[in-house]
């Protein structure tokens, strides 16, 4: 029994040494990255640094950036640490503008979590580092012109006559419904239409598969998120997937099922779906349409099957989310604002008069909705933050910072879009902030909805045309107020990535 008692003894003093250690090292030589270099920093904690809100799931992480750079934004770049990495949030409107154009060459990756042979689904354009991204944005890019976008409006036009007609009865009844579930099964209906050729009903089935393999996409493991946006290199190690395995067999069989399909039936849609197939079939997108044969150099590598399928899946996966979002955003501030309900539906009644239905163009020509919708994306941005990651070093100019190779950079972009200094009286809700005049008198970076630079949002024409659609669907027929289980300023969901309601959004819907 001594002997056990010894052995005990030697290993409890043994795990002591370990972890003093473990926390000298992390205290005197990890976190001592900023003061080194003589960057104000927020005080860390072993072992995560600053993001034991985010570990925990205590916080969402734009909240999270967006209290930080209210609190601190004076210094306009500080240091944070997240788990064992230096981490620089950038709070200054001329140093976002500096990282995300002036030297892109330094900030070109955004160093979250990217492993296709882990995790194939990470294997998509809004993740992919350097080269890789690259080229494939070059392969991608003639996917996205307004002549493709046209071709896809009367798929989008369809599902959102069907929203308009699902919600009919609810409106005759004066019910309450909620709204983020219903937008979800439009987006849905909508991308898995147009990524996958493939039509999904959510609108009149909300708990099919489509729709609950899509929650699972946002419904992540606090600790595994905070991992994947800060600290990839611990999945990387330990060979952990982002996605859970059913996520990735559904969309991996769901995608291959409908390329063989199509091939095998000669079927061409005027999809997305189709313009991933050209890209495996021959490397580039049939340029026709648009006039547009810059891209057929790119024909020497074409799509495999699983780097086809990841960026048919970010199109689903980024698609669906924001926008379901942002049109939840909208008519929950709409339910608030009745006045601006009712100034929408006037112009939406007169647009739709003027072309005679809802048209491409009819939907171009309503300049209240686009106020609209930025201004419900200033204030709910459903992607909260930014991240870089410096691939080259650089010294920052104007606050004598220089950053080493390596060092994650996050943009608060909340934070910008509620900051009382470029907006006053942040958080009311007012369209009328995105009046010309108004906008030529901020700055350009003031305002950054779906990134700038050559790694902005591929999709962005058709994410604003997916809102646009849905939202002239429901306000040209039925009205909206708030109902009271909605709480006011809304509170979002800490599991999540994005923006979303944590508790729904519950609204009171009724024929106009």
């Known amino acids: ?145 307004s002549g493709k976008i046209k071709q896809m409006f009367v798929i989008v036009k369809e599902c959102g006559d069907e929203l308009a007609k699902h919600l009919e009865h609810n409106a005759q009844m004066r019910d309450t419904i909620e709204i983020k579930d219903v937008t979800n099964s439009y987006s849905t209906d909508v991308i898995m239409s147009t990524a996958f050729g493939i039509k999904s009903n959510c609108i009149k089935d909300p708990n099919n598969e489509y729709r609950t393999q899509g929650n699972k996409i946002i419904d992540i493991n606090s600790i595994k998120l905070a991992m994947a946006i800060f600290a990839p290199q611990i999945m990387d190690f330990f060979s952990i997937p982002f996605f859970p395995q059913s996520v990735t067999d559904f969309y991996m069989k769901m995608f291959r099922e409908t390329v063989e399909y199509r091939q095998t039936n000669h079927i061409v849609r005027p999809d997305f779906m189709n313009l991933l197939i050209q890209l495996m079939e021959r490397g580039y997108v049939d340029p026709e349409d648009d006039k547009n044969t810059s891209n057929v150099s790119s024909s020497v590598n074409k799509l495999t099957m699983i780097e086809a399928t990841a960026q048919g899946f970010v199109f689903f996966a980024a698609g669906f989310e924001t926008s379901s979002s942002a049109a939840t955003f909208v008519l929950y501030e709409l339910a608030q604002h009745q006045d601006i309900q009712d100034k929408i539906q006037n112009e939406i009644d007169e647009i739709l008069s003027k072309h005679g239905d809802l048209t491409y163009d009819a939907i171009n020509d309503m300049t209240y909705l686009h106020k609209v919708i930025n201004e419900a994306l200033r204030l709910h941005r459903p992607l909260p933050i930014l991240n870089r990651i410096c691939t080259e070093e650089i010294d920052l100019p104007t606050v004598n910072i220089r950053v080493p190779k390596g060092t994650l950079i996050t943009i608060p972009m909340l934070g910008l879009h509620r900051d009382p200094s470029i907006y006053p009286d942040p958080n009311k809700f007012d369209p009328e902030r995105f009046n010309a005049d108004k906008v030529k008198e901020r700055h350009p970076y003031a305002f950054i909805p779906f990134g700038e630079g050559p790694r902005n949002c591929i999709g962005m024409r058709f994410g604003y045309l997916q809102i646009k659609i849905g939202l002239v669907s429901l306000l040209s027929k039925y009205k909206f107020k708030l109902h009271s289980r909605t709480p006011v300023p809304l509170t979002y969901s800490e599991r999540s990535p994005t923006l979303t309601p944590k508790s729904g959004v519950h609204l009171i819907i009724e024929k106009r």
């Not at 008692?5 to 205290?27: N, P, R």
């Not at 072993?46 to 992480?61: D, E, I, R």
Request: hydrophobic share 45%; with cysteine.
């Open 1 to 145: 029994m001594p002997q056990f008692e010894m052995v005990l003894a030697e290993l409890i003093a043994g795990f002591i040494v370990i972890l003093s250690s473990v926390y000298i090292y992390y205290k005197y030589v990890i976190f001592n990255f900023w003061r080194k270099r003589g960057v104000f920093y927020i005080e860390p904690a072993v072992p995560v640094g600053n993001v034991t809100p985010l570990v925990t799931g205590k916080a969402q992480v734009g909240v999270f950036f967006h209290d930080a750079y209210l609190k601190y934004k004076e210094h306009r770049a500080f240091g944070m640490y997240t788990f064992f990495k230096p981490n620089l949030v950038i709070a200054d409107l001329d140093l976002i503008r500096t990282v995300m154009i002036k030297e892109f060459q330094s900030f070109h990756d955004r160093g979250i979590y990217c492993n296709e042979k882990i995790d194939p689904l990470t294997g998509h354009l809004f993740l992919m580092p350097g080269k890789r991204w690259r080229n494939m944005r070059v392969k991608l890019t003639p996917t996205f012109t």
